[in-house]
């Protein structure tokens, strides 16, 4: 069920008795921006920490513990040319319990406290929280570093995209963050309340009616928001980037960058995902099994797709020695899928992965309300567990070789150790 809160603002209630626990997710919205995807990191870490009434971490997470022991945090991410911060909740249902007959109320005040009333005065945060949680993210930033892989990819992103939007991973960079205050923060936080897109997620066995009372007296205000574009296309591949970087590391990372058509539950979406299974995201697809397994070139090699934003990343672990071999195997094996060298057998297998996958989604609530939101996102609907398997079992061999024929190299990124 989903109704309107208030314009640009809406409650979607998901009921279900399969959980012991009642999830609450609330979903801020805006445009993809540089100039505001670091603030949003921030504004994610800070709003975590404390509030007026919880004024330090010590008295939040006692509060938590009065709640049963609830879970709360949020995060950022994209979706193609969006950028969603999220704070989310995860508390035990009190039909559950003998003690708490409030709880839920409790805990849906517990993120109204949190999102409207954060630890800040006179127009800026708390100036110890807000250098704390400034010094966290940079020491997020400089670990990023240490994770190769992690490197390996924002450097690829950087040669596919030509956006600088794009180009910068969902928390952002450390030469932006130096430019934010406490009180440019705030000024943000104030226009993130005012303009962004909130979509309230609650799945659990709630009383319906009291969630929505309760959930109307947030003081929202209503919002309009310019239609966009949701997917982002990337350009047609005029060369293809490349870039090598020599560090003191012991296994080398070699990640290509690949534009595709297949976006998020478009035509040709259930055939992107039997592509990507039968290429690279399973233990029996052509990455694992020639690159890794008959060649031996590989620590490592897998695909996968990013259905938002028209992008398709191989990764792979390698020896130094061996990039130029590395690239070959992996052309090799997109002409093989190209021209069709694959069998039935090979996609039955991929078509019962890809189910194994959706059903296990079903036990966690947090995947039911991301996809859920997915959903919306792109077409307004809710798609069920049986029409999507229903969409996996109709896709042909003739689709996924179609599909194959459209996926383009755009960009390779190598890490390694200096081969002397």
């Keep these: 069920m989903s109704i309107q809160l208030t314009e640009g603002v809406n409650l ?76 989310s909740m995860n508390v035990v ?20 406290e949190i999102i409207f009333n954060p630890n800040a005065s006179d127009g800026h945060f708390d100036k110890g929280t807000f250098k704390r ?72 066995d709630i009383d319906e009616e009291q969630v929505i009372a309760q959930l109307k007296e947030f003081p929202f205000e209503p919002r309009r928001f310019e239609k966009q574009e949701l997917f982002y296309i990337p350009s047609e591949v005029e060369k293809i980037n490349t870039k090598i970087e020599y560090q003191d590391i012991k296994q080398a990372k070699f990640n290509l960058g690949y534009k595709t058509d297949i976006f998020y ?3 040709n979406y259930y055939a992107g995902q039997l592509f990507n299974g039968l290429f690279g995201g399973f233990p029996h697809s052509k990455l694992f099994v020639n690159v890794r397994e008959k060649e031996s070139l590989a620590y490592y090699a ?17 020896d130094s020695k061996k990039m130029d071999l590395v690239k070959e195997i992996v052309t090799l094996q997109l002409k093989e899928m190209q021209a069709g060298n694959f069998t039935e057998e090979d996609i039955h297998q991929t078509k019962q992965m890809l189910k194994n996958q959706l059903l296990q989604s079903e036990d966690n609530s947090s995947a039911i309300i991301e996809r859920t939101y997915s959903n919306k996102l ?20 003739e689709e996924i070789i179609e599909i194959a024929k459209l996926v383009t190299l755009k960009a390779t990124f190598f890490l390694s150790e200096e081969v002397k």
Excluded: C
């Design 12 to 87: 979607h209630i998901i009921p279900t008795e399969k959980y012991k626990t009642v999830r609450i997710v609330v979903k801020f919205r805006s445009p993809l921006d540089k100039e505001t995807i670091t603030k949003r990191a921030l504004l994610s870490s800070i709003l975590e920490t404390n509030s007026q009434k919880y004024p330090s971490q010590t008295l939040l997470r006692s509060e938590l513990s009065n709640l049963f022991g609830a879970s709360f945090g949020s995060s950022v991410t994209k979706k193609g040319s969006v950028h969603v911060l999220s704070v």
């Design 93 to 112: 249902n009190e039909k559950y319990l003998t003690m708490s007959d409030s709880l839920l109320i409790n805990s849906i005040e517990f993120l109204k």
């Design 133 to 204: 949680e400034k010094e966290n993210l940079v020491d997020y930033y400089d670990s990023i570093a240490d994770d190769k892989q992690t490197y390996a990819n924002l450097e690829l992103q950087k040669l596919f995209f030509e956006e600088d939007s794009q180009k910068i991973p969902s928390i952002g960079t450390k030469e932006d963050l130096a430019k934010i205050t406490e009180t440019s923060l705030f000024i943000y936080y104030k226009q993130m309340l005012q303009q962004d897109l909130v979509d309230i997620y609650v799945l659990g």
């Design 265 to 267: 539950l478009k035509e």
């Design 302 to 318: 897998s695909s996968s797709l990013d259905t938002f934003r028209g992008m398709m990343i191989v990764q792979t672990g390698i």
């Design 378 to 397: 792109v077409s307004n609907k809710t798609k069920s567990i049986e029409e999507w398997i229903r969409n996996i079992e109709k896709v042909t061999k």
